[in-house]
C-alpha cells in the first residue's frame, strides 16, 4: 500500500477556489493511477475525479464538470483537485486514493490505498 496525505481543504464562500493536495509516500508513484472521491454524512463515498498514472487521461463526474480540475506533478509524488466555482453542495471530505493500474477507476474497490480525507465547506 502506498501513504497518501491529503491537505488543502477548508473554509471557502460560494463561487471560492481551493487547491486540494495529495501527496504519495511511494516512490514509483508513475505507476499509480489516481482518484478523489468525497463523502457527506449518511452518504456513500462517491468518485469526483481520477488521472491516469502518465497523466494524459483525466475525468471528472458530471455534477463538478467544468469547475473541478485535476493535474500532476510527478516530481512531488503528488496530485492536485483544483476546484473552481464552488457550491454549498461540495461540501464533504475530499479522499484521494491510488491503485497500481495505467488507468483510474470511478469504483471505490478498485483502489488500494487511501488518504485520510480532508475537509471542504462552502458557506452561502
Known amino acids: 500500500q502506498v501513504r497518501l496525505v491529503e491537505s488543502g481543504g477548508g473554509l471557502v464562500q460560494v463561487g471560492g477556489s481551493l487547491r486540494l493536495s495529495c501527496a504519495a509516500s511511494e516512490r514509483t508513484f508513475g505507476d499509480l493511477s489516481m482518484g478523489w472521491f468525497r463523502q457527506t454524512q449518511g452518504k456513500e463515498r462517491e468518485f469526483v475525479g481520477g488521472?491516469?498514472?502518465?497523466?494524459?487521461?483525466?475525468d471528472v463526474t458530471d455534477s463538478v464538470k467544468g469547475r473541478f480540475t485535476l493535474s500532476r506533478d510527478s516530481a512531488k509524488s503528488t496530485v492536485y483537485l483544483i476546484m473552481k466555482s464552488l457550491k454549498p453542495e461540495d461540501t464533504a471530505v475530499y479522499y484521494c486514493a491510488a491503485r497500481s493500474s495505467s488507468v483510474f477507476s470511478p469504483r471505490r474497490s478498485d483502489y488500494d490505498s487511501w488518504g485520510q480525507g480532508t475537509q471542504v465547506t462552502v458557506s452561502s
Open positions: 488521472m491516469s498514472r502518465s497523466g494524459m487521461l483525466a
